[in-house]
């Protein structure tokens, strides 16, 4: 199998893992964005929506990558695969890498 086949077969189970989860956030975000601008807009204050959208859109994604974090390490725990990761002869950020 080439290296292109195991990145894809790779892609491919990792869409699976956390398509749940990638819902739940971008669902989560569209809420609490359209909260904000509608709260925003009861109250009067239409010119200061942009700040706190923003900050909603900024910290949404680093909410899911610790998630989607938590969830692969929490699977390579379950799975086993993780004393196999420390048993490589190669430092752990290299692996990363």
């Known amino acids: 199998m080439s290296s292109h086949g195991v990145s894809r077969s790779m892609l491919w189970k990792d869409y699976r893992e956390f398509r749940g989860f990638w819902i739940a956030t971008l669902l989560l975000a569209v809420a609490l964005e ?3 601008a509608m709260m925003a807009t009861r109250l009067g204050l239409a010119h200061f929506t942009l ?23 929490a699977g390579e ?6 004393s196999f990761l420390q048993g490589l002869p190669v430092n752990p950020s290299r692996l990363l890498t």
């Open 51 to 73: 700040l706190p959208m923003l900050a909603w859109a900024l910290v949404t994604p680093g909410l899911y990558a610790l998630g989607c974090a938590a969830m692969m390490f």
């Open 34 to 36: 359209t909260l904000t």
């Open 77 to 82: 725990h379950e799975s086993g695969t993780y």
